[in-house]
C-alpha cells in the first residue's frame, strides 16, 4: 500500500474565462492532516468540488488510493472513500440527527423497494444496528447529543450543527475527509473545542486522512502537519506552518503587498 | 401553399409571437431581481384587459367615442392598474415569503392567479361569458398578392415591438435600469450600494405587470374578445417562452416568445394533423426541449455555490 | 436512558388505546350523520362542531393521547380506523350520492397521498395530477368498451399507463429542478386537456362511457343485497375506494418511514449534498415520480367506473390545482393531514352548495393565507420515527 493517499497532478479549472485553478500539484500522505490555505477566491473550495465530483477539471488528474479518480461522479467519489462537509453547512435541518447521519451513511443502506417496503422486520434490524452506530459516534463528541438523536437538526445550535455534519462524514468510514472551513460562524471558544474534537477523531479512526480549509491560523497552527497555501489558484507555498508563515510570498498574498 | 396564405400565417404569428414576448419579459424580470416565478403573471393580464373594456363601457356611457381617445384612456387605466397591482403582489405576497423555500412563491402566485381567475368569473357582471372587446383601430388594409395586411395588425405590431424596445432600452440605459441590473446580480451588494431594495422589486414588477396589460390590450383589440380564462393559457405560454429562452434573460423571453409563437404556427399548418393540435404540438416541443436543455436555450447562471 | 420519566399523556385517566377507539368511533359517528345531514344550516352546525372539537383536543390534552395510541398500538388502531370506515359505508346503505361522495373523497384522498411522495416527500411538484387522475379513467374507458380484460385488472391497467404517460415527462422531469420542473408538468396538464378535446377516438369535449366494474362475477353496478336489504350500488365502489385509499395510505407511510423516505427527504432538501454522498438522485426522483402516479392513475380508473361517464372537463388544470391544494393544505409529507385535507377540500364543497360555485376561489385564497401564515400546514409532519413504537431514547 503506498504512502501517498491522494495526489494532484497539474490540476486546473476555468469557469469561463476565469482560472480558477491553475497547474496544482498536491500530495496528501496517510493519516495526515493538510492545511488549505489562501485568501478569498484562491481556488480552495475548488479544489475540493473538484475532488468530490461537483465539478469536472479543466486539466490535470486526480489520483485516490491508487486509482484516477479524475471527473468522477459525486457519487462514485463518495464510495471511493472520500466524505466532505460544506462551507455553508449543508444540513437537512427539518429531518432529525439520526437522519442526516444516516444520509452519509447511505452507501451501507439498503434502499431496495421491496425490502423498505414489506420486509419490515429486516429493515427495523438494520436501522437499530446504524442507530448504535450513529449514537456511538456522536456520543464522542457529546453525550448530550447523542441522548437527543430524534431531534430535528433545525433546533441545534451552530456547534452542534458542525458536529453533525462531521459524522455524517465519518459514518461511512471514509479514508479522506474535506473539512471546509469547520470554524465558521462559531466563536472562539467554540473552534477551539471543534480543533479538539477533530483531533479526537483522527485518534479513534486511525489513518484517517484529513484536509482542511481554514481562515482561523490558529486552527491550522494546532492541528495540520502541513500546509498548502493557494493565491489566485495557484500553489504559491507548501510545507510545515512555521514554513509557510515565514514565506514572504504568502505574507504578500494575504497582506496584498508586493 | 399559396403565398397569400403564407403570408397570412406569418402576420399572425409575428403577432402572437409579439404577445408571447411581452408576457414573457415579466417572468424574466421578476426572476431576475427575485429569482422567483410569479405564475398570477396571466391572470394580471386578463384582470388588465377587463380594466381597459371596463373603461371602454364607461366611456361610452359618458358619450366619448373618439377611438384615439378611447385607447389612450384604456391604456393608461389598464396599465396603471395591473402595474399597481404588480406592486402590491410583490409587496404582500411575494417578498414576506423571500426567505422561504423558492417553490412557494410559485404555489402562492399560483393560487393568487386561480383567485383572480375566479373573482373575476363570479364577480365581474356576466364575467363568465367572453366579453366583446371594440375593434378601436383603423381597419383598412393593403392588399398584398392574396393576403390582406391589416393596419390594425401593423400598427399592434409595431406598438408591441415598440414596448419591447423600450423595455430593453430602460433595463440597459437608465439609473432605474442599472439599479434593477444591480439588485438581479446581486442583492447584498446592491443594498450596500444605497439602492432602496425593496423599492426596486415593486418598480420591476410594477413595470412587468404594466407590458403584460399592454399584451392583454393588444389581445383584445386583435381578437376583439376579452374573456376571464384567456389569462391562463396566456400566462403559461409566457412562462414556457420564458423558460424555454432562459430565465433571468430578456432576449431569452422574445427568442422564447417568437418561438412558440412559431410552433404553434407550424403545427397549425405545416404538419399531417389537424389544426386544432397547434397547442399539443407547441406544448409537447417545449417538454422536449426541456428535457434537451434543462436551463433553457440561453442558460441561466448557475446559482446552486457549494 | 431506560429511567428517563415520561410525562403522563394520558387524557382523564383512561388508557391511550380505550382513548383512541372512541375517537374513530366518535369521528365515524359524525361522518356517517354529516354525509347524510341535507339542510346546509344542519351542515354548517356539524362543520362549527367539528371545529370546536379540533381546538377542543388540542386544549384538553386529547390530541397527545391520540398520538400516544397511534404510535403505541399503530396496527390495531389502523384496524379500528377502516373497520369504522366500512361501518359507516354499510350505515349509508342505501344513501346514492352521500355514498359518492365519499367514494370521491377516498379517491381523491387516493391521489393526494400519491401527490405527497412525490410533492411532500421528493420536493416535485406536479402540476398534472388531474390528468393522471384523467389516464386512469380514459384507460378505464377504453378498456372496459373495447376489451375483456378482468376490471381489476383493468384497475391495474390504470396505474400502468398513468406511469408509462409519466414515463414521457420523466427525462425533463427529472433533469430539471423547481421552475424548470414545475413548467413541465404545467405545460403537460393543459396538452392533456387540449389533446382530449380534440381527439376525436376518445369522445372529444363530449367524453366517454365507462364500463361498469365487475370481479369474479360481481357486477359492481348492480345493488347488493344486505340481510334483505337492497343497498345502493354505490356501496361496492365506496368498500374499493376504501380499500384502495387504506393501501395506498400503508404504501407511502411504509415509504416514508423507510431508507427510501430519508433518501428523498435527502434529495428534496439538498440534491448537491445528497450526490456527494452517493445517493441516486436520479434514482429517487424517477421512483418516487413513478409510485406516485401509479396511485393517481389506480384511483382515477377507479373513478371513471364509478361515474361511468368521463369528458375533459373533469381532469383541467384547475382540478390538478385543487390535488395540489389538498397537499398543501395537509401538510408537507403529512399523510393524516392529507386525509384531512381531502376532506375539506372535496366533501365540504359538495355538501354545502353555496360554496360549490365558490370552491376553487375559496381554496385558493386559504391556501395563500396557510402559505402566508401556517406553511407547514393544518397537521404538520413530525419528525421521521422508522418504527413508532420503537423508541430507544426513552
Redesign the interface.
Known amino acids: 500500500m503506498s504512502e501517498v493517499l491522494l495526489e494532484f497532478k497539474n490540476l486546473g479549472k476555468n469557469f469561463g474565462g476565469v482560472r480558477a485553478l491553475d497547474g496544482f500539484d498536491m500530495q496528501v500522505k496517510r493519516g495526515e492532516i493538510i492545511g488549505l490555505i489562501g485568501p478569498n477566491g484562491s481556488g480552495k473550495t475548488t479544489s475540493f468540488n473538484l475532488m468530490t465530483g461537483i465539478y469536472a477539471p479543466s486539466q490535470g488528474e486526480v489520483h485516490f488510493d491508487g486509482a484516477d479518480i479524475t471527473g468522477m461522479s459525486a457519487r462514485k467519489v463518495y464510495e471511493a472513500g472520500i466524505a466532505r462537509t460544506f462551507q455553508r453547512s449543508r444540513l437537512c435541518l427539518p429531518l432529525s440527527i439520526f437522519d442526516n447521519i444516516m444520509i452519509g451513511n447511505h452507501a451501507r443502506l439498503n434502499t431496495g423497494l421491496w425490502f423498505n417496503l414489506f420486509q419490515r422486520r429486516a429493515l427495523r434490524g438494520q436501522v437499530e444496528e446504524f442507530y448504535t452506530q450513529a449514537r456511538d459516534l456522536v456520543a464522542g463528541f457529546s453525550e448530550d447529543l447523542a441522548g437527543r438523536m430524534f431531534d430535528p437538526v433545525g433546533s441545534l445550535p451552530m456547534i452542534e450543527r458542525r458536529r453533525i455534519e462531521i459524522c455524517r462524514a465519518l459514518i461511512s468510514k471514509p479514508k479522506l475527509l474535506l473539512l471546509d472551513e469547520p470554524s465558521a460562524g462559531m466563536t472562539h471558544d467554540e473552534t477551539a473545542q471543534m480543533m479538539d474534537d477533530i483531533l479526537a477523531v483522527r485518534d479513534r479512526m486511525g489513518g484517517l486522512s484529513i484536509i482542511i480549509i481554514e481562515h482561523e491560523m490558529g486552527v491550522i497552527e494546532r492541528l495540520c502537519d502541513q500546509c498548502v497555501v493557494l493565491s489566485y489558484g495557484r500553489k504559491i507555498s507548501e510545507g510545515s506552518y512555521a514554513h509557510i508563515a515565514a514565506d514572504p510570498e504568502v505574507q504578500s498574498a494575504y497582506l496584498g503587498m508586493d | 401553399m399559396d403565398i397569400g396564405l403564407f403570408g397570412q400565417y406569418l402576420a399572425n404569428g409575428v403577432m402572437l409571437g409579439t404577445m408571447y414576448a411581452l408576457v414573457a419579459v415579466g417572468f424574466t424580470l421578476f426572476f431576475g431581481v427575485l429569482d422567483v416565478i410569479k405564475f398570477s403573471h396571466g391572470d394580471v393580464l386578463m384582470l388588465g384587459s377587463f380594466t381597459g373594456f371596463t373603461v371602454y363601457i364607461g366611456l361610452l356611457s359618458l358619450g366619448i367615442e373618439n377611438p384615439w381617445v378611447m385607447i389612450a384612456a384604456i391604456l393608461v387605466v389598464s396599465i396603471i392598474t395591473t402595474a399597481a397591482l404588480g406592486a402590491i403582489i410583490a409587496r404582500y405576497l411575494v417578498l414576506p415569503l423571500k426567505s422561504a423555500p423558492p417553490l412557494n412563491i410559485l404555489l402562492i402566485t399560483l393560487m393568487l392567479g386561480t383567485a383572480i381567475r375566479e373573482a373575476v368569473r363570479l364577480f365581474y357582471p356576466d364575467g363568465s361569458n367572453p366579453k366583446a372587446f371594440p375593434a378601436l383601430l383603423p381597419t383598412a388594409s393593403v392588399d398584398l398578392g392574396g393576403f390582406a395586411l391589416r393596419a390594425d395588425s401593423v400598427i399592434l405590431v409595431a406598438a408591441g415591438i415598440a414596448v419591447i424596445i423600450g423595455l430593453n432600452l430602460v433595463i440597459n440605459r437608465t439609473r432605474l435600469g442599472l439599479a434593477i441590473r444591480a439588485v438581479a446580480q446581486d442583492e447584498e451588494t446592491a443594498k450596500i450600494m444605497g439602492i432602496n431594495y425593496t423599492m426596486i422589486v415593486l418598480v420591476t414588477f410594477a413595470i412587468g405587470s404594466g407590458a403584460a396589460a399592454f399584451a392583454g390590450i393588444m389581445n383584445g383589440l386583435y381578437y376583439n374578445e376579452v374573456n376571464f380564462g384567456m389569462g391562463l393559457l396566456l400566462g403559461l405560454i409566457g412562462f414556457c417562452a420564458a423558460i424555454i429562452g432562459g430565465l433571468g434573460n430578456i432576449y431569452g423571453a422574445i427568442l422564447g416568445g417568437f418561438l412558440f409563437a412559431g410552433l404553434q404556427t407550424i403545427g397549425a399548418v405545416a404538419l399531417p394533423f389537424a389544426s386544432a393540435y397547434k397547442d399539443v404540438f407547441a406544448f409537447g416541443v417545449v417538454i422536449a426541449l426541456m428535457a434537451w436543455k434543462p436551463t433553457g436555450l440561453i442558460a441561466e447562471r448557475s446559482s446552486d455555490r457549494v | 436512558?431506560q429511567n428517563k420519566t415520561i410525562p403522563d399523556t394520558r387524557w382523564m385517566g383512561l388508557p391511550h388505546l380505550a382513548v383512541g377507539l372512541i375517537v374513530i368511533a366518535a369521528i365515524a359517528l359524525f361522518g356517517w350523520q354529516f354525509l347524510l345531514a341535507d339542510s346546509e344550516i344542519a351542515v354548517l352546525g356539524m362543520v362549527a362542531l367539528a371545529a370546536m372539537a379540533a381546538f377542543g383536543v388540542g386544549k384538553t390534552g386529547l390530541n397527545k393521547s391520540m398520538s400516544a395510541a397511534m404510535r403505541n398500538h399503530g396496527r390495531s388502531m389502523n384496524i379500528a380506523i377502516l373497520l369504522a370506515l366500512v361501518c359507516v359505508i354499510f350505515l349509508l346503505g342505501g344513501e346514492h350520492f352521500p355514498l359518492l361522495m365519499l367514494t370521491t373523497t377516498l379517491l381523491y384522498m387516493t391521489v393526494a397521498f400519491g401527490l405527497n411522495a412525490q410533492f411532500g416527500l421528493t420536493?416535485m411538484?406536479n402540476?398534472a395530477g388531474a390528468s393522471f387522475f384523467g389516464v386512469g379513467a380514459y384507460t378505464a374507458a377504453v378498456l372496459t368498451n373495447h376489451s375483456a380484460l378482468p376490471p381489476i385488472l383493468i384497475l391495474v391497467a390504470g396505474g400502468v399507463f398513468s406511469a408509462l404517460i409519466g414515463c414521457?415527462?420523466i427525462?425533463?422531469v427529472v433533469?430539471?429542478a423547481?421552475?424548470?420542473s414545475?413548467?413541465?408538468t404545467?405545460?403537460?396538464s393543459?396538452?392533456f386537456k387540449?389533446?382530449l378535446?380534440?381527439n376525436d377516438v376518445l369522445g372529444g369535449p363530449q367524453g366517454l362511457m365507462v364500463g361498469p366494474m365487475k370481479t369474479f362475477g360481481w357486477d359492481f353496478n348492480s345493488s347488493p343485497l344486505l340481510m334483505g336489504m337492497e343497498l345502493s350500488f354505490y356501496v361496492n365502489y365506496a368498500l374499493l375506494g376504501a380499500g384502495l385509499a387504506a393501501l395506498a395510505f400503508m404504501?407511502v407511510q411504509?415509504?416514508e418511514r423507510?431508507?427510501?423516505?430519508?433518501?428523498l427527504?435527502?434529495v428534496r432538501?439538498?440534491e448537491?449534498?445528497?450526490?456527494?454522498?452517493?445517493?441516486?438522485v436520479v434514482r429517487a426522483k424517477v421512483?418516487a415520480f413513478t409510485f406516485g402516479n401509479i396511485l393517481i392513475g389506480i384511483a382515477g380508473a377507479l373513478y371513471g367506473m364509478m361515474i361511468s361517464f368521463i369528458a375533459p372537463n373533469s381532469f383541467s388544470?384547475?382540478d390538478s390545482?385543487l390535488m395540489?391544494?389538498i397537499v398543501?393544505l395537509g401538510g408537507l409529507g403529512s399523510l393524516w393531514g392529507t386525509a384531512l385535507a381531502a376532506v375539506i377540500v372535496v366533501l365540504l364543497p359538495e355538501k354545502l352548495q353555496i360554496l360549490q360555485?365558490?370552491r376553487?376561489?375559496l381554496f385558493?385564497?386559504v391556501?395563500?393565507l396557510m402559505?402566508?401564515f401556517r406553511?407547514e400546514g393544518l397537521m404538520p409532519r413530525k419528525?421521521?420515527?422508522?418504527?413508532p413504537n420503537?423508541?430507544?431514547?426513552q
Open positions: 436512558m420536493g411538484v402540476f414521457l415527462l427525462v425533463p433533469r430539471t423547481g421552475h424548470y414545475a413548467v413541465v404545467i405545460a403537460f393543459v396538452m387540449t389533446f378535446e380534440v404504501f411504509r415509504l423507510s431508507w427510501i423516505g430519508l433518501t427527504d435527502s432538501l439538498d448537491t449534498a445528497s450526490a456527494c454522498f452517493g445517493l441516486n421512483l388544470f384547475s390545482l395540489v391544494a398543501l360555485e365558490y376553487f376561489l385558493s385564497v391556501v395563500i402559505l402566508l406553511p419528525v421521521r420515527s422508522y418504527f420503537w423508541r430507544p431514547e
